[in-house]
């Protein structure tokens, strides 16, 4: 038992500094975000409200979750005190996905760069994106992807004025 204990230990010790060189290579750490890049891409040519905002938030979780009732009560009286903002309804998420749908709308897209976003608190990572759209070549449209404390990576923001011109 004793030798099979202390053959056992070098591979313990091996395997964390795989995992730790991985890790700090920032290969598989880029994966997550343009994962969740194609996929809202996907989602909005397909206009999957739903499946858009799930993919769509802050740190804090995915705009689809709104809150229940009863945490929308306390926000909403929190927000009557100047204590933060009101609950966003279904509606108006599905409303915000609808616009974003609209101008995202492409024939082709190629993720062209990701780099890791500086200064941030929470992990976030700056996708660029050319884009096909309305036969128009849109390049390096910014998408920011933040990763929230349950390790899921969410588009935090578009920059649609690439796309737009306003």
Sequence with gaps: M???LIAAIPLLFSAGCTTTQVISSGEMATVAPRLSV?????ASNGRDLHGMASLF???DGAAIDTGGAFGCMFKRIGSWIGLGDRCTTLQEVEL??????EILQHEDYTIVT???????VEPTTRVG??????????????????????GRWLIEEIGLERITGV
């Design 57 to 59: 938030g802050t740190v």
């Design 114 to 120: 990701d780099e890791r976003v500086p200064g941030r």
């Design 38 to 42: 194609e996929r809202f891409l996907q």
């Design 2 to 4: 004793k030798r099979l």
């Design 96 to 101: 915000r996905m609808d616009a974003i749908a």
């Design 129 to 150: 994106v050319n884009m096909r759209i309305r036969g128009r070549d849109i390049s390096d449209v910014p998408f920011l992807v933040v990763q929230t404390s349950k």
